[in-house]
């Protein structure tokens, strides 16, 4: 019955979205004007890509264009990610007319060289003065066209703009540059290097000001630990905390589940990492966050504002977000990941269990 609903609300004209109709006319456009046309839609997710697809290949008139997708190849295909070679067979199909348009997340900016590109559509999607620069730069056809698809709603139009605005103070800036080179090679080339010097001086001081925060922050977590914030028991030392691709904090100490009760959770795969259960203190049924599995070993991952810390003079203090934590953690290590893999033996009582 709700399928039927909205079916009928899709049905419905009064219930269309302007923008994938402008959208629709202007692809279909294209293709009257020149048949052999290869477009480009960009827009800002994956998912987005997935939804857009999906829409074209129920369109009859845009079905026949054999729509494709292409997106980066960091993400599993689970989440809707692309191997390599996927890309590769993707773009010899569209160089060739398989796919007379591919939709793409930002991933084909830079490095697509189709010379029969001639329409780069960006669906509600806009980047900066130089994405805005590339975007366009798709289309390699003589006489190609960039078009921006958006609602008033949402700002990106005025983002249009200013990037207009700011494309055109970059190119007067980069002629000034050029003027300068050819009329006082000497003084443009001084100048050139009293930059690159001041610029070298300010990334150095920024990497000591990095590595003199971290060292306070390793000085003031010496010591301290986790208690639950509700019951107040020990949960763990943060010295057995470790980052996982900067994200994700967790307790790389096989005695912390002794501490807790893991309910299980359905398999969630993000990226190269699969959440599977979710946390609670054993005292007092406290959640404390959720087990990932990542490279084969379980790691408990926890949120920061489930706790109180504690410090070895017994002061204690709370902290809402792990980026404002008064103490380092250290990245991960093949030894912390080998050191939470399971032993024969922990499996063998789990299958007993």
Same mark, same amino acid.
Request: hydrophobic share 35%; charged share 30%.
């Given at each position: 019955?709700?399928?039927?609903?909205?079916?009928?609300?899709?049905?419905?004209?009064?219930?269309?979205?302007?923008?994938?109709?402008?959208?629709?006319?202007?692809?279909?456009?294209?293709?009257?004007?020149?048949?052999?046309?290869?477009?480009?839609?960009?827009?800002?997710?994956?998912?987005?890509?997935?939804?857009?697809?999906?829409?074209?290949?129920?369109?009859?008139?845009?079905?026949?264009?054999?729509?494709?997708?292409?997106?980066?190849?960091?993400?599993?295909?689970?989440?809707?990610?692309?191997?390599?070679?996927?890309?590769?067979?993707?773009?010899?199909?569209?160089?060739?007319?398989?796919?007379?348009?591919?939709?793409?997340?930002?991933?084909?900016?830079?490095?697509?060289?189709?010379?029969?590109?001639?329409?780069?559509?960006?669906?509600?999607?806009?980047?900066?003065?130089?994405?805005?620069?590339?975007?366009?730069?798709?289309?390699?056809?003589?006489?190609?066209?960039?078009?921006?698809?958006?609602?008033?709603?949402?700002?990106?139009?005025?983002?249009?703009?200013?990037?207009?605005?700011?494309?055109?103070?970059?190119?007067?800036?980069?002629?000034?540059?050029?003027?300068?080179?050819?009329?006082?090679?000497?003084?443009?080339?001084?100048?050139?290097?009293?930059?690159?010097?001041?610029?070298?001086?300010?990334?150095?001081?920024?990497?000591?000001?990095?590595?003199?925060?971290?060292?306070?922050?390793?000085?003031?977590?010496? &010591?301290?630990? !986790?208690? +639950?914030? /509700?019951? @107040?028991?020990?949960?763990?030392? *943060?010295? $057995?905390?470790?980052?996982?691709?900067?994200?994700?904090?967790?307790?790389?100490?096989?005695?912390?589940?002794?501490?807790?009760?893991?309910?299980?959770?359905?398999?969630?795969?993000?990226?190269?990492?699969?959440?599977?259960?979710?946390?609670?203190?054993?005292?007092?049924?406290?959640?404390?966050?959720?087990?990932?599995?990542?490279?084969?070993?379980?790691?408990?991952?926890?949120?920061?504002?489930?706790?109180?810390?504690?410090?070895?003079? &017994?002061?204690? !203090?709370? +902290?809402? /977000?792990? @980026?404002?934590?008064?103490?380092? *953690?250290? $990245?991960?290590?093949?030894?912390?990941?080998?050191?939470?893999?399971?032993?024969?033996?922990?499996?063998?009582?789990?299958?007993?269990?």
């Amino acid at each position: 019955e709700a399928k039927q609903k909205l079916q009928e609300y899709a049905a419905d004209p009064k219930y269309s979205n302007p923008k994938l109709d402008q959208l629709r006319y202007m692809i279909l456009q294209a293709y009257k004007e020149k048949r052999d046309s290869r477009c480009l839609l960009f827009c800002k997710t994956r998912a987005l890509t997935i939804a857009l697809l999906t829409w074209m290949r129920e369109d009859p008139s845009l079905c026949k264009l054999n729509p494709g997708r292409l997106v980066g190849a960091g993400a599993s295909e689970s989440t809707g990610g692309m191997t390599k070679n996927q890309q590769v067979e993707l773009l010899d199909l569209f160089t060739t007319g398989g796919h007379k348009i591919v939709i793409s997340t930002s991933v084909a900016e830079e490095g697509i060289d189709i010379a029969k590109c001639n329409f780069v559509f960006r669906y509600d999607y806009v980047g900066n003065e130089i994405g805005k620069v590339q975007t366009r730069g798709r289309g390699r056809a003589e006489g190609s066209k960039s078009v921006l698809i958006a609602g008033r709603e949402g700002g990106n139009v005025l983002k249009e703009k200013l990037n207009t605005i700011r494309e055109k103070l970059m190119e007067k800036a980069m002629n000034q540059v050029w003027q300068m080179q050819n009329e006082t090679h000497g003084d443009f080339l001084k100048e050139v290097r009293r930059l690159q010097l001041e610029s070298k001086k300010d990334r150095d001081l920024a990497q000591a000001l990095k590595e003199l925060e971290k060292k306070t922050k390793k000085d003031f977590g010496k &010591g301290m630990k !986790l208690l +639950c914030l /509700k019951c @107040k028991c020990f949960v763990c030392n *943060v010295s $057995d905390f470790r980052k996982i691709k900067e994200n994700h904090h967790v307790v790389v100490d096989k005695a912390f589940y002794q501490r807790i009760i893991i309910t299980p959770h359905p398999p969630k795969k993000i990226d190269d990492w699969e959440m599977n259960g979710k946390i609670y203190c054993m005292n007092c049924r406290q959640d404390w966050g959720i087990q990932m599995v990542y490279r084969q070993a379980s790691f408990p991952t926890l949120k920061i504002e489930s706790f109180v810390l504690e410090k070895p003079d &017994g002061q204690r !203090l709370t +902290c809402r /977000k792990w @980026k404002t934590a008064p103490f380092e *953690v250290d $990245d991960i290590t093949p030894d912390d990941i080998s050191g939470m893999l399971k032993t024969p033996e922990e499996e063998e009582e789990e299958v007993d269990d």
